[in-house]
């Protein structure tokens, strides 16, 4: 079992920054991969950026290439989103998710535990 609880949400004018974290419990947190997806009002949930367990490998969707950082801290049990130049569109619900069985994935269904998700609006 593994336990995750995002937090760092909020509101945000276009342009500014904000960094999410996600805090683990439950089975080693060095011993599996982590990512980022996220739901806007009237939109399937997609995905955002993974890491591997070490932290050395990182993978991010087109959309938020440059401009978000995924980043992990084996010590803490806690991985990171930091989101710069954030625009309206990234507006939604971001959630962070264990994937325990892949080095990395960006499907939805190859992720085996969830938090419950903290708002990110980004107002224009």
């Known amino acids: 079992q593994v336990q995750l609880v995002e937090s760092g949400g909020g509101l945000v004018q276009a342009g500014g920054s904000l960094r999410l974290s996600c805090a683990a419990s439950?089975?080693?947190?060095?011993?599996?991969?982590m990512g980022w997806f996220r739901q806007a009002p009237g939109n399937e949930r997609e995905f955002v950026a993974a890491?591997?367990?070490?932290?050395?490998?990182?993978y991010y969707a087109d959309s938020v290439k440059g401009r978000f950082t995924i980043s992990r801290d084996n010590a803490k049990n806690t991985v990171y989103l930091q989101m710069n130049s954030l625009k309206p569109e990234d507006t939604a619900v971001y959630y962070c998710a264990a994937d325990l069985r892949h080095v990395y994935s960006r499907r939805e269904n190859e992720y085996d535990y969830w938090g419950q998700g903290t708002q990110v609006t980004v107002s224009s």
């Open positions: 890491i591997s367990w070490s932290g050395g490998n990182t």
């Open positions: 439950g089975r080693t947190f060095s011993s599996y991969a």
